[in-house]
């Protein structure tokens, strides 16, 4: 830290600078002003190294969780392996995937495994289940097993994990579940596996997503309306704490919020003003937050292409929460003031265009320059072919593997932990940020919290405002996309690629998914005990509308009896209402 | 044409699909090229939306889709607009389409397809001269 | 015959058989003012008495469209055959509009016999309250015994648009300050219900009391009959008193009747002041005086008064 007198030095120097070289310059080109910016140590002033960095490992955290990861524990043992990682690496959930039937998930897995896979599931669900509709719904026509697999049962959860048996079994591999509406009916159906497996449902570790807020903002896959989602919430998480105590509770995200147009600042603000209201729920249900907070994970937040911006971003995020876990909620366990995520920085996948795709993988780098430098595994993510809808392509996975690679084995972006530490310019980017996102924070918490800033309609209002903004500055090249709103025309080149599909989903499975999954449904409906059924369903009703009891041991119960997942889902409707969509 | 005429488009998400960014942007920004846009948000059956094009007298529909059920759903809402007289009401589809899926589309009918970075004002423009044409 | 090439008798006829397609591009073609939409609204006049007209309105976030949707699933259970308008505002700087009415009203959306139109203000001079009186025409012609005329919310426009309903509702909800403070002056004289929606939000007894209260410190008489009713559109908590409140006849025919000829008189003016201002626009849009004049009142040779009265002078009004 500089001296009082140093810094008024400076600022005369600077002063001066700008006077004898920087204007006459700007004057020179004819411009209204600099195109660039020069920081000096005037930029953070006030900057004290303890308080505002500290070490990597120690409140506040800005500098990172640890001092290194176990990838890079090991990554010049896998190197010389040739080891193949699924994100996460070995012994967590695999990749993500999903699609068609049950049995076709399962038949995909079993592929993997032959291949290699050693992870657990990492589920996507269809729509239809997400939604917490059966796949004979007149709302499932044309999306049953399309985005992920589909589930209507636990006969058809209990199909998935025929793949995981053995010493694969649900005690040795972690599930991630990408679910959050009827997040409480697949944890049920979860726990209700172990207990079926004679596994102890203490050993159950995994992920699902059980993000219900940020549905309401950025997804679009809800049910009920906030207040009852959030007693759902409230069960989950501390029937978690109790029975499954090792399963992470909740995956929270900026990552969709900022996809859907939400700018940096609403992405940090609105994913922890969600994750108040979670921790808040905890509190309320008599939890002490050392207890439960360790257990929340983040998904990911957002991303853009504006690398410096993203790494103050990341270190902003992590002092944000460390101190509002800290001062806000007296955590005294450090483990519940550091955001856990997979991935820190990237580019997120609206960076990337659909107007030569080759492209996405230079931009894609960025992000991986981006997350190696701010506390994370330099991840290039996504692969270049994510916009074109098709998936992603064997090229794509490679060039993706290849440059996440090259950037921490030749480029060795990650030996250094948080490298702009003390960076004029990072240090007081990183302070804007931050107090940027406070305010909006405050804003929120102002209006009654995450909650009530959904039922005003404000955060999916500002995020759908946001990206109309962003439509519109691209459409006026006040931003500019290469290839897409500049330098097109006859003089570019439109360089394609050529793809190899990744053949791993058959096409004519999902054709023919929703005719088997009816089917099945029928057979169920056939071989159920009705009077099982009927009770189970009458006695979570009865518990829905008594704010005061978890409805795990009832959801428990409905999905072992062979209610559907619809079933189960109309009666919370009933009883909770449905989510009104958000007026523009 | 009277000058008091305006344009009026139907924007719709069929179908589970959540992902509205791209529909929100294409609403505010046809209502920013003076066209008035009924707005019907998620998951709208076929029913619904061929239900409010006819009641609310559009000139065209657009149908936003991610999921990877562009084919079944814009099917079936063609479907619909048949079933209640109105399958003149000309229809664009946008959000993640493959290149591939495009002719399928055409050939059903579908008078446009948008995809990714095309600019709103194109698709402002495309309309107008549809409208003007007929 | 394709929609485009029907005839004014071809969309009337269509109309009076209720037939959806017809009835939609009539409204259109009547909104737009196309020519020979009057010889059509002369048509329906003699078919379009038969309906209640009743208006909801109340700030943004009241609830309008959630409760409109509530209330049309009641009135169909009761054998009603519904017409609604909702209303949103035109963009003043594009001319264009986002109508997102709609979006509440699912569980009414394609329930037979439940015919919703989005309209938009359109910024004319009284355009919006004649376009509703006329769209609730013809609605009514169509077969609809009901019409909801569902406002923006903000602004002066639709205080007026309420003059075409013969009941008005006004939707308060609580934690937006003082409830009762955000309504506009002249809305506690129109309103035939008041409506305290979101009821299971904190405050709602506090709106509740504050509304008694000024109906109970007006002058006015009949302030002592306006029902306040408590409604939660999420849960259906209310809306069946709500309905019975705005579908009871009047209380007292007399005044029913007054009413009726205020809004007779004040139609017609507004039809004869919105042609007055078409005429005089369309004149001055075919020929280069407008541009003349303004030149002269910038320059100083003439003052905006004096323009005005020799456009007054020089105007035939004869078609």
């Known amino acids: 830290m500089k001296s009082q007198d140093d810094l008024e030095r400076i600022a005369c120097a600077e002063e001066q600078w700008k006077h004898d070289v920087l204007e006459p310059r700007v004057k020179r080109f004819q411009l209204e002003k600099s195109p660039t910016r020069f920081y000096t140590p005037t930029a953070a002033r006030d900057f004290d190294f303890l308080e505002k960095v500290g070490f990597p490992g120690q409140y506040p955290f800005t500098a990172g969780n640890n001092p290194f990861d176990f990838w890079r524990a090991y990554a010049e043992a896998g190197a010389k392996m040739g080891v193949r990682p699924e994100y996460g690496g070995s012994g967590a959930a695999g990749r993500y995937s999903g699609y068609g039937t049950a049995e076709d998930y399962r038949d995909y897995l079993l592929r993997m495994q032959s291949l290699g896979s050693r992870g657990g599931p990492n589920v996507a669900f269809d729509l239809v289940t997400q939604c917490g509709y059966d796949s004979d719904s007149p709302f499932a026509a044309g999306e049953v097993g399309r985005v992920g697999v589909a589930v209507d049962s636990f006969r058809d959860f209990q199909v998935i994990y025929e793949a995981f048996t053995g010493d694969r079994d649900i005690d040795r591999v972690p599930s991630n579940f990408t679910i959050n509406a009827p997040a409480a009916v697949i944890i049920a159906m979860y726990a209700a596996l172990a207990e079926k497996r004679g596994i102890a449902p203490a050993q159950l570790r995994g992920t699902p997503q059980n993000d219900i807020l940020k549905e309401f903002i950025a997804r679009g896959t809800y049910i009920y309306p906030p207040r009852p989602s959030m007693r759902l919430f409230r069960d989950t998480l501390v029937f978690c704490r109790k029975h499954l105590p090792k399963l992470n509770v909740t995956s929270i995200g900026g990552y969709h919020i900022r996809e859907a147009g939400a700018t940096r600042v609403q992405d940090l603000a609105f994913s922890f003003a969600n994750g108040v209201a979670y921790l808040q729920a905890g509190v309320d249900a008599g939890l002490d937050i050392d207890d439960f907070a360790p257990m929340f994970t983040f998904n990911a937040f957002g991303g853009s292409m504006e690398i410096y911006h993203e790494i103050a971003f990341q270190r902003a995020a992590r002092r944000m929460w460390a101190r509002i876990l800290r001062e806000r909620f007296g955590a005294k366990d450090a483990r519940s003031m550091m955001i856990r995520q997979p991935i820190t920085a990237h580019i997120g996948c609206t960076s990337t265009t659909l107007q030569r795709p080759l492209n996405n993988l230079a931009r894609a780098v960025v992000g991986g320059i981006a997350s190696g430098m701010c506390g994370g595994l330099p991840a290039v993510y996504p692969p270049f072919d994510e916009p074109l809808g098709l998936g992603h392509s064997l090229e794509s996975i490679q060039l993706q593997m290849d440059a996440t690679r090259i950037l921490i084995f030749e480029a060795k972006v990650a030996d250094v932990v948080d490298p702009w530490a003390g960076s004029y310019f990072m240090e007081s980017l990183t302070d804007e940020t931050e107090a940027a996102a406070q305010a909006e924070l405050d804003k929120i918490e102002a209006m009654g919290g995450a909650v009530a800033a959904i039922e005003n309609g404000y955060m999916p209002r500002a995020v759908a405002k946001s990206a109309y903004e962003r439509q519109r500055r691209i459409e006026n090249q006040e931003d500019f996309m290469v290839g897409v709103n500049c330098f097109m025309g006859d003089n570019e080149l439109e360089v394609s690629a050529q793809r190899m599909v990744d053949e791993l989903y058959d096409a004519a499975h999902m054709a023919t998914a929703e005719e088997r999954q009816l089917a099945k449904l029928a057979q169920l409906r056939r071989e159920r005990n009705g009077k099982a059924v009927a009770d189970g369903l009458a006695a979570l009703e009865a518990h829905a509308k008594d704010e005061a009891v978890n409805l795990m041991p009832d959801l428990i119960e409905c999905v072992k009896s062979g209610a559907t997942l619809q079933e189960i889902c109309d009666v919370l409707r009933g009883v909770f209402g449905e989510a009104e969509p958000v007026k523009l | ?134 | 015959m394709t929609m485009a090439a029907r005839t004014w008798n071809d969309l009337v006829g269509g109309v009076r058989r209720g037939e959806p397609r017809p009835l939609a591009r009539l409204i259109s073609q009547v909104e737009d003012r196309v020519p020979g939409w009057e010889q059509a609204m002369k048509a329906l006049y003699p078919h379009s008495g038969g309906a209640q007209v009743i208006g909801i309105t109340g700030p943004p976030g009241a609830g309008k469209s959630s409760l409109t949707n509530r209330i049309t699933a009641s009135l169909v259970a009761r054998g009603h055959r519904v017409g609604i308008i909702a209303v949103d505002p035109t963009s003043p700087f594009s001319g264009g509009a986002l109508l997102g009415d709609r979006l509440r009203m699912r569980d009414v959306a394609t329930t037979p016999g439940v015919f919703i139109r989005s309209m938009a203000t359109r910024g004319t001079l009284g355009g919006l309250c004649q376009s509703a009186r006329d769209v609730a025409r013809i609605l009514t012609a169509a077969g609809h015994d009901i019409v909801l005329i569902e406002t923006v919310g903000v602004g002066h426009d639709e205080i007026e648009v309420v003059k075409a309903a013969g009941c008005v509702a006004v939707v308060c909800v609580p934690g937006q300050g003082d409830a009762v403070q955000t309504l506009k002056a002249g809305i506690m004289e129109i309103a035939d219900v008041f409506v305290v929606n979101k009821v299971d939000r904190d405050g709602a007894d506090a709106v509740i009391t504050d509304i008694r209260a000024m109906l109970a410190l007006a002058a006015d008489k009949r302030n002592e009959t306006v029902p306040v009713i408590a409604t939660c559109a999420l849960t259906g908590q209310g809306i069946e008193p709500l309905v019975e409140a705005l579908i009871a006849p009047a209380a007292r025919a007399a005044e029913v009747m007054a009413r009726h000829e205020a809004r007779v008189r004040e139609e017609i003016l507004t039809l004869v002041e919105r042609e007055i201002a078409r005429v005089v626009r369309e004149r001055w849009g075919t020929n280069a005086e407008l541009d003349s004049t303004v030149e002269r009142v910038c320059s100083g040779e003439l003052d905006p008064y004096s323009a005005a009265q020799s456009v007054l002078r020089s105007i035939n009004l004869k078609d």
Do not use: W
Request: no cysteine; charged share 20%.
């Open chain 2, 1 to 134: 044409m009277n000058s008091e005429r305006k344009i009026r488009v139907l924007v719709a998400k069929p179908g589970l699909d959540g992902h509205d960014r791209g529909a929100r942007v294409v609403a505010y920004g046809l209502r920013d090229a003076g066209f008035e846009v009924i707005y019907t948000g998620l998951r709208q059956t076929p029913e619904q939306i061929a239900t409010a094009a006819v009641q609310e007298d559009v000139d065209v529909i657009g149908l936003s889709v991610l999921s990877g059920a562009h084919l079944a759903l814009t099917r079936k809402v063609i479907e619909q607009l048949r079933q209640q007289g109105a399958a003149d009401i000309p229809i664009l589809v946008g959000g993640l389409i493959p290149e591939s899926d495009k002719p399928a589309l055409k050939e059903m009918g579908v008078a446009g397809v948008f995809t990714a970075g095309t600019p709103i004002s194109s698709i402002a423009a495309f309309i107008r001269s549809h409208v003007a044409s007929m």
